[in-house]
């Protein structure tokens, strides 16, 4: 550990720094012209200006306070070239260099930046890779998400924070890459190749937290936004924050305005996923008991219906065995009797039918309508 006493001034505060600084670039630049391209132009209801000036290479943060503000016509937008006069200063608050802006002048041009981003635009548009009609739809429960972003942003975390929330059992397949600087371009591109050959996902997430336009950069790369186009399952773009747009987001299946965003629209919220379930579970129980109680009254009628069938079938027949019945019963020899007839009939129970069959002596049977008589021929003269 250094020893303090070394030091032979005491040390200073960020403050001292930041004021010094402020100071020195004050009055050793003064105010001057200065020209380049808009970018984050953001315009607040009191009427001050934020916004960059870039080059391409560099970057300079600038503000313009509503005196300034109302003595332009035409507000700037982004990727307009513009000439700026101001003071070069210090934010002492953030430690941060930027230009206070006195007067804006509009060139009429487009700044190279914006340009080339057109050019890339164009590209893509002729190509078909932004029409509507090829975009997918999601996965409504996806097996498994791949997540291409940093492994040390907070873009991941975000995502990570939203799903554990909406559905802790989902598949997240993260592959890492740069988001930002001059390696980012190709390890993107590399990266959003290698979701083609992972398997178990159905959905990827193409993230990165808030930032300048040239942080964000990449995003507008022609080579990742055809990489991006090239992945075989459906694709969400979610850069930056809700006001950031990329070229990635009019490539992709899917813009989220956020990486927060962005895991809402494509994890399926669980309790949301019960609740249904269990919705469905009493309608599938109301519908069967339904289908039960239809089907017990269906089959009440048909029992109905059948037994009236089978009573029309049965009623002819008995009609008719009543109807032979009674013939029968007309012809039968006791119906004779009831009239009284009477039926002779010998031992053997023949019956006897002549005069010849009744020998003097012969004892015989007399059958009367109420039961047989015991009798015997006196005189067969």
Same mark, same amino acid.
């Given at each position: 550990?250094?020893?303090?006493?070394?030091?032979?001034?005491?040390?200073?505060?960020?403050?001292?720094?930041?004021?010094?600084?402020?100071?020195?670039?004050?009055?050793?630049?003064?105010?001057?012209?200065?020209?380049?391209?808009?970018?984050?132009?953001?315009?607040?209801?009191?009427?001050?200006?934020?916004?960059?000036?870039?080059?391409?290479?560099?970057?300079?943060?600038?503000?313009?306070?509503?005196?300034?503000?109302?003595?332009?016509?035409?507000?700037?937008?982004?990727?307009?070239?513009?000439?700026?006069?101001?003071?070069?200063?210090?934010?002492?608050?953030?430690?941060?260099?930027?230009?206070?802006?006195?007067?804006?002048?509009?060139?009429?041009?487009?700044?190279?930046?914006?340009?080339?981003?057109?050019?890339?635009?164009?590209?893509?548009?002729?190509?078909?890779?932004?029409?509507?009609?090829?975009?997918?739809?999601?996965?409504?429960?996806?097996?498994?998400?791949?997540?291409?972003?940093?492994?040390?942003?907070?873009?991941?975390?975000?995502?990570?924070?939203?799903?554990?929330?909406?559905?802790?059992?989902?598949?997240?397949?993260?592959?890492?890459?740069?988001?930002?600087?001059?390696?980012?371009?190709?390890?993107?591109?590399?990266?959003?190749?290698?979701?083609?050959?992972?398997?178990?996902?159905?959905?990827?997430?193409?993230?990165?937290?808030?930032?300048?336009?040239?942080?964000?950069?990449?995003?507008?790369?022609?080579?990742?936004?055809?990489?991006?186009?090239?992945?075989?399952?459906?694709?969400?773009?979610?850069?930056?924050?809700?006001?950031?747009?990329?070229?990635?987001?009019?490539?992709?299946?899917?813009?989220?305005?956020?990486?927060?965003?962005?895991?809402?629209?494509?994890?399926?919220?669980?309790?949301?996923?019960?609740?249904?379930?269990?919705?469905?579970?009493?309608?599938?129980? +109301?519908?069967?008991?339904?289908?039960?109680?239809?089907?017990?009254?269906?089959?009440?009628?048909?029992?109905?219906?059948?037994?009236?069938?089978?009573? +029309?079938?049965?009623?002819?027949?008995?009609?008719?065995?009543?109807?032979?019945?009674?013939?029968?019963?007309?012809?039968?020899?006791?119906?004779?009797?009831?009239?009284?007839?009477?039926?002779?009939?010998?031992?053997?129970?023949?019956?006897?039918?002549?005069?010849?069959?009744?020998?003097?002596?012969?004892?015989?049977?007399?059958?009367?309508?109420?039961?047989?008589?015991?009798?015997?021929?006196?005189?067969?003269?």
């Amino acid at each position: 550990m250094t020893d303090p006493s070394l030091f032979a001034d005491a040390p200073w505060t960020p403050t001292q720094l930041a004021r010094a600084a402020r100071r020195s670039v004050e009055a050793n630049i003064g105010p001057l012209w200065v020209r380049g391209e808009i970018s984050g132009f953001k315009a607040y209801g009191s009427g001050h200006w934020y916004f960059s000036i870039g080059d391409g290479q560099t970057q300079v943060r600038c503000v313009m306070w509503r005196t300034q503000t109302l003595r332009v016509r035409t507000k700037p937008a982004d990727g307009a070239q513009v000439f700026l006069h101001g003071t070069p200063t210090v934010w002492e608050e953030r430690g941060e260099f930027r230009l206070t802006v006195s007067d804006l002048l509009l060139t009429g041009d487009t700044g190279d930046q914006q340009l080339a981003l057109e050019r890339i635009r164009a590209a893509l548009m002729k190509d078909g890779l932004t029409d509507p009609a090829r975009k997918r739809p999601l996965p409504p429960l996806p097996a498994g998400i791949a997540v291409v972003t940093s492994l040390d942003g907070a873009a991941l975390r975000d995502i990570i924070t939203v799903t554990r929330k909406r559905f802790p059992a989902m598949r997240l397949v993260v592959v890492g890459t740069r988001v930002q600087g001059a390696e980012a371009e190709a390890e993107l591109v590399r990266a959003l190749g290698a979701v083609n050959r992972l398997t178990g996902v159905e959905v990827c997430i193409l993230a990165r937290g808030g930032g300048s336009r040239e942080d964000l950069a990449v995003f507008n790369s022609e080579a990742v936004c055809r990489a991006l186009a090239a992945v075989t399952i459906p694709t969400v773009s979610a850069i930056g924050h809700e006001t950031d747009m990329s070229l990635t987001d009019l490539v992709a299946d899917l813009r989220a305005a956020t990486p927060s965003a962005a895991a809402e629209l494509v994890v399926p919220d669980g309790s949301a996923l019960r609740r249904q379930v269990a919705g469905l579970a009493v309608r599938l129980g +109301q519908a069967l008991d339904r289908g039960t109680r239809l089907g017990r009254e269906r089959l009440a009628r048909t029992a109905d219906r059948l037994e009236h069938l089978l009573a +029309q079938r049965l009623e002819r027949p008995r009609l008719d065995l009543l109807r032979l019945g009674a013939q029968l019963d007309a012809l039968s020899p006791l119906k004779v009797l009831e009239r009284g007839y009477a039926v002779p009939t010998g031992a053997d129970g023949q019956i006897l039918r002549r005069r010849a069959d009744f020998p003097a002596g012969l004892p015989f049977t007399l059958r009367v309508t109420d039961g047989p008589v015991a009798a015997r021929v006196e005189d067969a003269s």
